[in-house]
C-alpha cells in the first residue's frame, strides 16, 4: 500500500499514513515517569512520538502517581540533598539490599547516568523539594519531588505536549505485532473508535509490572494472592510484558520477587498510596491470626526492613497480621489514613481484631516478661532487647503495659513485581537467542529485574524509570533514523 506524508496540523510532527494507520518514529506504550521520560528525550532527538497510555486521563501515570522521591548518586551535597551520595556509595546499597542479585554492568551504568538525572529532570520541568524527615531518612540520597508524584508528572506531561509529542488516553494496547525480533505495529482499543493499529520504526515498552493482574501473581502466590492488596494503578496487568516474553524477547528476574510492604488491611484493593503504609512496627509487636509472633520486630533499622514485612505477612494464615502497641508510642510514627483500634484491655482489643483474648494475654505477658531493661532509641540499634522468648526482639523491645492497647490490622501491599524483559545498556530488548532485537526498547519497571532481582533500595524506581526512560528514547529516536 503506498506511504503518504501528512503533518499533524496540532504540532506539526512529522509520521507518515499507511491505509487507515498511521506510522510514526516512535511509540511508547505506557503513560508513567518511565513513558515520558522516554517520550521526552525521543521527541528532543527529533523523532515523531506517540505515547499511549491505558488509564482514562484522571489516573494517567501508573504508579508513578505515588512517588516521592528518587534516588540519584551525587558527588556533594545540593540545596536538597544534606550530603554526597557516591556512585560506589548508591553500589554498595544496591549490592546489599539485593543479595547481589543485579546485572552488575548494567546497575554500575545505572547509578553513573543517575548523577545527570538530577539536572535532567529539572530540564524537563520537574522540581525539587528538601526531604521532610520522614520514617526512612533519606534526606542525604533522595530527591524529592516537589508537590509529589503527580506534580512530577503533570511537568512531564506539560513539557512532552509542549514538545509536540502526541497523547493519546484511554488508549490499551491490546496486541503487538513482532516479526525475528523487530517490532512492527500494535493494536490499541479505546472506548471511542475501537479498535485501531498503529505501525512505528521503534517501540518503547515502559507498561510497568504485573502486580495489578490478580490472576498471575496466583500463578506463583496462590489463593494467598486474593489478599494481598495492590498500592498502586489498577492498569498494570502486566500485558505487554506477557506479549514480549511469548514474542520472543528474553525474560529476567524471578517471578515472585516483587516489592511489597505491610499496609492497612482497611485500604483499597487497589491505588491506597502511601498514606495506607504502616511505619510502627518496631514500636510493638507483630501477631497473626493466632495471635502469635511470628518474626523479630527489632531486627534491624526501619529503612532496612520496611520492605521484607509484606512477604512475612504474605507467609501467614489468610495473610493478616496485627501490630500492636501502647498508648506511650502512639506518637512515635507517622500517622496513616485510618485510625488505630484501640481497646482498654488486651481482651477487649483481641475481641476488636477477632482474635483470641487468651492467646493475646498469653503472647503479651511472655513478651513483657522477656523484655531487658534498655535506653531506648529507634534511630540506633539499642540495648532494648529481649531474652528467652522465640522470635526475639533484639532493639527497641520495651513492655506492652499502658492502655488503651492499640492495633492496626495488615496485609501484604504489593508495590511492583521484578519480572521483566531484559535489556543491554542502551535500554534495547535481548531476545531470548541473546540478540538485540532490531527495534524493541523497555524502561521502568517492566525491565527492573535487571538492576534488582530481589530487595529494594528506596527511591530506586523512578531512578530505573528516569535513567533508563531517557536512554530508551534517545536510543529509539536514533534507531528510526537509520
Ligand atoms: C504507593 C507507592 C509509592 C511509591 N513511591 C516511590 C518513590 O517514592 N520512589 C520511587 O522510586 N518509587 C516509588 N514507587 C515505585 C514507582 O512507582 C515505580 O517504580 C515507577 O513509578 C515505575 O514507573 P513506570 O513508568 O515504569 O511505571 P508506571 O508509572 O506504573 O506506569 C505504567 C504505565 O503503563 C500503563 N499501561 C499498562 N498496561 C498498558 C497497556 N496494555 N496499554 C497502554 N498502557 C498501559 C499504565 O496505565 C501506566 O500509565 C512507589 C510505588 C507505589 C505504588
Request: charged share 25%.
Amino acid at each position: 500500500m503506498a506511504q503518504a506524508f501528512r503533518k499533524t496540523p496540532k504540532n506539526g510532527v512529522r509520521c507518515w499514513t499507511e491505509g487507515m494507520s498511521s506510522k510514526y518514529d516512535v511509540l511508547v506504550i505506557g503513560g508513567g515517569n518511565a513513558a515520558l521520560c522516554a517520550a521526552i528525550s525521543a521527541r528532543r532527538a527529533g523523532a515523531s512520538v506517540l505515547v499511549l497510555e491505558g488509564a482514562p486521563k484522571f489516573y494517567r501515570g501508573g504508579n508513578t502517581r505515588h512517588t516521592r522521591n528518587m534516588r540519584c548518586a551525587h558527588d556533594a551535597a545540593t540545596e536538597i540533598l544534606t550530603g554526597p551520595y557516591t556512585e560506589e556509595e548508591f553500589w554498595d546499597d544496591l549490592l546489599r539490599v539485593t543479595g547481589g542479585e543485579t546485572d552488575e554492568e548494567l546497575a554500575r551504568f545505572m547509578i553513573h547516568e543517575s548523577k545527570d538525572i538530577l539536572n535532567w529532570i529539572v530540564e524537563q520541568g520537574v522540581r525539587w523539594q528538601p526531604s521532610l524527615g520522614g520514617t526512612l531518612s533519606l534526606g542525604r540520597t533522595n530527591s524529592f519531588f516537589l508537590g509529589g508524584g503527580r506534580a512530577m508528572l503533570n511537568a512531564l506531561y506539560l513539557t512532552a505536549e509542549r514538545l509536540g509529542v502526541e497523547i493519546r488516553y484511554d488508549a490499551e494496547v491490546v496486541d503487538i505485532k513482532i516479526e525475528d525480533g523487530m517490532f512492527l505495529s500494535a493494536e490499541l482499543k479505546q472506548p471511542v473508535g475501537g479498535t485501531t493499529t498503529v505501525a512505528a520504526a521503534t517501540l518503547v515498552a515502559a507498561a510497568g509490572g504485573f502486580e495489578a493482574n490478580i490472576e498471575w501473581l496466583r500463578e506463583y502466590w496462590g489463593e494467598a494472592a486474593d489478599n494481598f492488596l495492590i498500592r498502586g494503578t489498577p492498569y498494570n496487568r502486566g500485558s505487554i510484558l506477557k506479549m514480549l516474553l511469548a514474542k520472543g524477547v528474553q525474560e529476567v528476574g524471578d517471578p515472585t520477587q516483587c516489592h511489597a510492604v505491610a499496609i492497612d488491611a482497611r485500604a483499597p484493593k487497589f491505588d491506597g498510596g502511601i498514606i495506607t503504609r504502616h511505619d510502627s512496627v518496631v514500636f510493638g509487636i507483630v501477631v497473626n491470626k493466632h495471635a502469635q509472633r511470628f518474626y523479630d520486630e527489632g531486627e534491624d533499622i526501619w529503612p532496612k526492613r520496611y520492605a521484607i514485612w509484606g512477604r512475612l505477612v504474605a507467609a501467614q494464615p489468610d495473610q493478616i497480621a496485627h501490630i500492636i502497641f501502647d498508648s506511650t508510642v502512639v506518637t512515635s510514627f507517622m500517622p496513616t489514613l485510618f485510625p488505630p483500634i484501640a481497646g482498654d484491655t488486651i481482651a477487649e482489643l483481641a475481641g476488636k481484631l477477632e482474635l483470641d483474648p487468651t492467646a493475646l494475654e498469653k503472647t503479651i505477658t511472655e513478651f513483657n516478661a522477656a523484655v531487658r531493661p534498655g535506653t531506648f532509641d529507634h534511630t540506633v540499634l539499642d540495648d532494648c532487647r529481649t531474652e528467652g522468648i522465640e522470635p526475639p526482639k533484639t532493639h527497641w523491645a520495651r513492655r506492652i503495659e499502658t492502655p488503651p492497647y492499640l492495633a492496626y490490622p495488615v496485609r501484604p501491599g504489593i508495590t511492583f513485581t521484578y519480572l521483566g524483559t531484559r535489556v543491554n545498556k542502551q535500554a534495547r530488548m535481548l531476545m531470548k537467542d541473546g540478540r538485540p532485537s532490531a527495534n524493541m526498547f523497555a524502561a521502568g519497571e517492566i525491565m527492573a529485574g535487571n538492576v534488582l532481582g530481589r530487595g529494594y533500595a528506596a527511591g530506586i524506581g523512578m531512578t530505573i524509570g528516569s535513567v533508563f526512560g531517557r536512554i530508551a528514547g534517545r536510543e529509539a529516536a536514533k534507531n528510526a533514523r537509520n
